[in-house]
């Protein structure tokens, strides 16, 4: 099993209160804990901005950069990202790294929303909502993109916005049923991001309550799947609650940490 290159990111990334930097220190501490290794904190915090997706982006910047820079560095040491995110909207910063160094690599994306809208559709406002088809090369975020269409897996999400369900149909990426995660992925390695907001509203505090999603309990038993192939790195994003929400998620994810 390769070391975990245990990191919380901790910079502007379209938040709209403070409450996703508390919930990734927690998750980053809960971690640590029980991989018994070190955190490296990435960013610094700022004032919730709460404004469209181009402003947020540049306030961003620099944050991102920095996490990219990280992602590299853990990389290139032979070691596998467990990342704690404040907000979906880093992963920006963090898939070009991983499809750079892992093409092979199916990217796993639990989310209640797609987050593969465009800039310029009506649809379109928060960061977030833009974040996965960023890494999927459909508009230029600045930060590199490189995840094919055919690595690319959806599941969980529910919200989906028109303009999102167009881009599904014509095959950006491809949106499976929990039951089907096992056949979709067909044993290659796997990056899974994990959004809280694809779990049960009443599972753990997180900003969008979208019913209908997963328990923890079954989030657990898909993650247990996965951990039968080779897991390439986790991040996990949209956090809002303290460390007992960071030690139930971590009992459901557990599988994924300690992989082989």
């Known amino acids: 099993m390769s070391a975990p290159g245990l990191t919380v990111f901790q910079g502007l990334a379209g938040d709209r209160n403070v409450n996703g930097w508390e919930g990734a220190a927690a998750l980053g501490a809960e971690f640590a804990r029980r991989l018994a290794t070190d955190v490296v904190t990435v960013g610094t915090r700022g004032t919730p901005i709460g404004a469209d997706w181009r402003t947020e982006l540049d306030a961003a910047g620099e944050g991102f950069r920095s996490l990219a820079e990280r992602y590299v560095e853990v990389f290139e040491g032979g070691r596998r990202p ?77 919200d989906i916005d028109p303009p999102e369900r167009e881009l599904i ?39 969008y309550r979208v019913p209908g999603g997963l328990t923890l309990d079954r989030l657990s038993e898909l993650c247990g799947m996965l951990a039968r192939t080779e897991i390439v790195g986790v991040e996990i994003s949209e956090l809002e609650g303290g460390p007992s929400d960071a030690r139930a998620l971590a009992d459901a994810i557990v599988p994924l940490l300690v992989a082989d």
């Open 169 to 207: 149909a014509a095959g950006a990426v491809r949106l499976v049923a929990p039951d089907d995660l096992e056949a979709a992925i067909a044993g290659r390695p796997v990056y899974v991001h994990i959004d809280c907001d694809v779990l049960e509203p009443d599972q753990v505090a997180t900003e």
């Open 82 to 158: 467990i990342t704690a995110l404040n907000r979906c909207a880093a992963a920006i910063a963090t898939l070009p790294i991983v499809a750079r160094y892992r093409p092979d690599a199916v990217v796993v994306w639990f989310d209640g929303h797609a987050d593969i809208n465009l800039p310029g559709n009506p649809e379109t406002f928060y960061l977030g909502g833009v974040a996965f088809s960023a890494g999927l090369g459909l508009w230029d975020s600045g930060f590199g993109a490189g995840v094919a269409a055919d690595r690319a897996i959806l599941v969980g999400a529910r």
